[in-house]
Antibody, heavy 117, light 111 residues
Framework: QVQLVQSGSELKKPGASVQVSCKTS????????LNWVRQAPGQGLEWMGW????????TYARGFTGRFVFSMDNSVSTAYLEISRLQADDTAVYYC??????????WGQGTTVTVSS | QSVLTQPPSVSGAPGQRVTISCTGS?????????VVWYQQFPGTVPKVVIY???NRPSGVPDRFSGSNSGTSASLAITGLQAEDEADYYC???????????FGGGTKLTVL
């Protein structure tokens, strides 16, 4: 069955970097785009952008340019989110979500990133 | 400030009907882009309860329904049950932003 399995929770210090992985299985990786969503503690869902898994081209939502990088490795059917120069307000749960024909149909389980000194 | 506007909270007694509004603009809901409604319990992944404005995925009770009018959408829940207590989010696509947008979320409390 289709699965998106994300990497485990991370605790990082301000200024550090973090990489979140989203390993997919059960379908052809290149055929479905992947979106990234952030949810800060007690807050709502924010769309961060998406990566075209056929071309590797990333698109970033407003507010998620500069420190945020989407990448992928087709050979292992995995997408990555890297956040650099971490700040306290980057503390959140990050989700990857598969998009099929403009529908978001499968979510990863979420990765909690905590930024604290 | 979310592009789609939802009330922060709604409440109702068991058995009652509640509606959650989602107000957008001419570049998203008003432009005809589909609205999706998610239900999220604390610490869990959001789950689709309505997609394509009015469609229910299999397994979602028919107590849940969606509707659109102009630049707004609504989620209605009839026969309210304690298990419906959760956060609800609307989502659509916005042509001005060239991306997906969410409502700020509505906390449903079953009294």
């Amino acid at each position: 069955q289709v699965q998106l399995v994300q990497s485990g929770s991370e605790l990082k210090k301000p200024g550090a970097s973090v990489q979140v992985s989203c390993k997919t299985s059960g379908y052809t990786f290149a055929f479905y785009s992947l979106n990234w969503v952030r949810q800060a503690p007690g807050q709502g869902l924010e769309w961060m952008g998406w990566i075209n898994t056929y071309t590797g081209n990333p698109t970033y939502a407003r507010g998620f340019t500069g420190r945020f990088v989407f990448s992928m490795d087709n050979s292992v059917s995995t997408a990555y989110l890297e956040i650099s120069r971490l700040q306290a307000d980057d503390t959140a749960v990050y989700y990857c979500v598969r998009e099929a024909s403009s529908r978001w149909d499968v979510w990863g389980q979420g990765t909690t990133v905590t930024v604290s000194s | 400030q979310s592009v789609l506007t939802q009330p922060p909270s709604v409440s109702g007694a068991p058995g009652q009907r509640v509606t959650i509004s989602c107000t957008g603009s001419h570049s998203n809901i008003g432009a005809g882009y589909d609205v999706v409604w998610y239900q999220q319990f604390p610490g869990t992944v959001p789950k689709v309860v309505i997609y394509g404005n009015t469609n229910r995925p299999s397994g979602v009770p028919d107590r849940f329904s969606g509707s659109n009018s102009g630049t707004s959408a609504s989620l209605a829940i009839t026969g309210l049950q304690a298990e419906d207590e959760a956060d609800y989010y609307c989502q659509s696509y916005d042509s001005s932003l060239s991306g997906w947008v969410f409502g700020g979320g509505t906390k449903l409390t079953v009294l």
